[in-house]
């Protein structure tokens, strides 16, 4: 395994992927996307919403400190025991969808990428090519993801979850937002290597 021949660009690529893949993974599949807290005689209560998991936990008054977590993966979930049904819009579907998608194909890009640089056999513009639509096609995944919720989680989850008026999209959707950013960077940065090969070959 030789990099002497691999150009700077491919090595600035690699940790620019990985931590394309980090954020995304974390992003995925934490709970805050959207978070709110508030008080009122002496309890606070905190939900945080996320694309497959919502929890709320109460804390203060005169009852033990209380934490509920449901699973969002389908309309059905369990909550103390009971079946209940919670009908999710399909936007929020459709963002859990993409943003797989999204997560799928930035990890394909990344393993791509990886071995076009650590193996000299797989150095090829094919493998490149492939890198680059791999990350073109995650940065608009996972983008798409993140706009579909930022411009409908105020309007249709409060409608269903009561949030106070101070809720907001959190950590969790900037990781994604974050890994949106750096599939994109990825994306130029396979075009300029793409580039480099061919005038090679030439």
């Keep these: 395994m030789s990099l002497e021949n691999v150009s700077m660009v491919a090595k600035i690529m690699m940790p620019i992927m990985f931590l394309a893949v980090v954020l995304q993974i974390v992003g995925f599949s934490t709970t805050a996307w959207v978070t709110t807290s508030h008080s009122a005689r ?13 929890c709320v936990s109460i804390t203060g008054g005169s009852h033990a ?26 936007w929020y579907r459709g963002a859990e969808a993409v943003e797989t998608l999204g997560l799928l194909a930035v990890l394909a890009a ?3 990428h990886f071995g076009y ?11 490149i090519m492939g890198v680059l639509a791999l990350s073109i096609g995650a940065a608009v995944m996972i983008a798409v993801g993140v ?18 008026a101070g809720s907001s999209l959190s950590w969790s ?5 974050g ?17 480099n090969t061919r005038l090679m070959a030439d």
Excluded: H
Aim: glycine letters at 8%; proline letters at 1%.
């Design 110 to 112: 990344t393993a791509f």
């Design 117 to 127: 640089v650590l193996l000299e056999e797989l150095r090829k513009r094919a493998i």
């Design 65 to 90: 400190d209380q934490s509920l977590c449901i699973s969002t993966a389908s309309d059905e979930t369990t909550v103390n025991g009971k079946t209940v049904t919670i009908n999710y819009p399909s």
């Design 179 to 195: 890994a949106a950013v750096l599939a994109i960077i990825s994306s130029a940065c396979a075009g300029l290597e793409m580039k």
């Design 42 to 54: 002496g309890v606070s209560q905190t939900v945080a919403i996320g694309l497959w998991r919502s």
């Design 173 to 177: 959707f900037g990781l994604c937002s």
């Design 147 to 164: 706009i579909i919720f930022g411009a409908k989680y105020e309007d249709e989850i409060g409608q269903n979850v009561s949030l106070a």
